[in-house]
């Protein structure tokens, strides 16, 4: 039997519905991957007594909880009084946090507010779990049967305490036989197009066969028991790799590092010592902006006007025929600029058809590389934020194909 | 006192973290706006045991519970025998849902597999929700202290039914006084420094005070009761906001349209019918990424190397003197292009610097306009996404304090 582990979410914010809880998402997937069976997932306002009511419960039927949000230092933030309520601790001031806390507000230039020596304040016993990403430090406790750690609700810092300290920690403290999961990751596939692709292979009895649809990749995940052979999971993972062909951009859970389009694209681009200029027009901006820390992204722009950027480039601009245009454009940037790829992406479809949810623009990417020209096009309908995304990623996605099989 | 209600989700899928639960926020979010508590939201899988202890404790504790997941066809969909075994009823065929379930195979031309009759079966005494978006009909019968409603996880089935059934439902079986929620929105002051600014401000005990800090700004929220006073209501609202002061840059449940911060630049710049071109330096695209749909937005560049920029512009870049390098590029980016604002964001600090979370970079922001430059500082510390984020909300708020009060 896999011990047993909660997620308890704390904050009006969740409970009212102004977010969306995705940390109970997250580290419940986590949690499974690693072992654990997960059981429950509550989410209670800023109320003391509720709060107390539920730990108590949970530190009796569950193995392993882990708490976020309610860790700040206004006066809504309860959780470190309820936990000492709940198990009959006192609070005790903890040196250590408090010059943690201090450091973060020095760093930044800023006075250390008096209601942050709260955040320092943890019911006897507790162990800190040190925040480099905030101010709230999170702690961990045993009470009753339960391992309870107590983490900030920002996903970002909850999320590096997790993988820091928390899994580190839940890995030595549990005997867990964490099943392999193998993550294959798409681009350009639908969940149901994937689906039918992959219908005629044989999943064996023990493997879990699951999908995740997202806004920049479907994922389809195979979960594997531990003493799975070697062998077969390869040729498992293999056969379904083969079915999505070149839409597949990343396998995860094989040992190697992967991680989404940008990632790929990133690692691919700094294996060549490659450099790239982009010319944006549907993404505005946004493709640039998912290569942060990327070191080849040289230079973007963004024209709202295209014949204006024809005048400012010294190019003629034709709106009837986009891929000779995005050619020129290409061409010009590849010889004023110093990026051994340009990449262009123009669209046809005027302001109305951009903002209407029910209409389709056309995207033309245009990728310039030593090799010459390389070209795409794609549809693709539905609100103006999901326009934008696509936009950016069916550009990079030429990037990542060009680079990772040197063809389309 | 409003009713409280309660959110209860099942299903595997939910538990696991192979889908985050939208349901819950998204209903939280109408149950509050009609005049509910809501008091907890809890997810469990498909445990039979788990079910039915659930059920029995939340029709003792809540006044209403909204569930969805679970009335599937198949031997995993166990709501309706985990309600008839919790509250010892039997249960029953519904002609009309088993007609209603031939029907929709039947406009498919698909035939209808035997298990779906189980679909048919409600507990005695439950009233059925007829689901004309799938093939799983919901239902809600009063048990002990609480109104229960059974309805599917798919969200679209799930919102229609809640939107057409459940609704109005609730309006007619509860008195509900919903409250008024204030949201007073503002960029650069943390949650605590807004708690100094405001402590003296005495809060009558019926109205709620909360904050949320996200990553793009602090709400500071205010929930009254619907019949506080009018007059009483907005001299508080008038008396945080001035605390704040500059920092608000919107007020949320007023009357009028509010948002992001993006969007009041939005409503600014399209009030004065104002266009602009900006320089991206650490934001990296992603300013202009978030205008999407924005109007006024001409142009946007990044270049990596300044020196690089500088060269391309024809104009001389002094790295040690970043503010006056910032107005010779703003100034030539309004002679060359036709945007009456120009926004140049700049940056000191290396790759290094920028990529290192425990290194701040600081960033020079510079805003030309028909009254002259206006510029501002700002240092921002912590992981690189964070810096990029910041960078493009600063230069921001740079435009739209200029815009809402033509002064720093």
Redesign the interface.
Known sequence: MNPTLEIF?QG???????????N?????????TMGFT??????????LD?LIALLREISARADCCICTGGL?????DLTAEAVAKAFGLSLEFDEVAFEQIQRFFA????AM????RKQAMFPKGAERIDN??G?APGFSLQAGRCWFAFVPG?P?EMRHLFLEFIQPTLASRFLLRPDRLITIRTFGLGESAIQQRIGAIEIPVQVQL?F?AGPDDVQTKLLFPQDYPEAALTALVDKVAAELGDHVFAIGGLGQASGDLVFTVDQLMTAGKHTLAVV?TA???????K???A?G?????????LV?LGQ?LGIAVNTDDLPATAQAIASKIHK?G?ADFVLVQLYSGD?KTF?DKDQAIILYNTLLTKDGFFQTTGSVAGP??RK?NQAALLALDLLRRNLQHKEL
């Open positions: 979410s009006e914010e969740v409970v009212t519905g102004q977010i969306v809880d995705t109970a998402a997250w580290l419940s997937e986590q949690a499974v997960v059981t429950r997932h509550t989410a209670v306002g800023d109320k509720d700040g230092p206004t006066s809504d760093h930044r230039n800023r507010p008096e209601s942050n480099d990403w101010t920002v970002m699951g995740r944006e993404s505005q901006g946004l493709l640039a902006a290569c942060i820390g070191d992204l040289l230079e973007t722009r963004y024209e709202q006007s204006r400012k004023t110093n302001k903002h103006i934020e934008q």
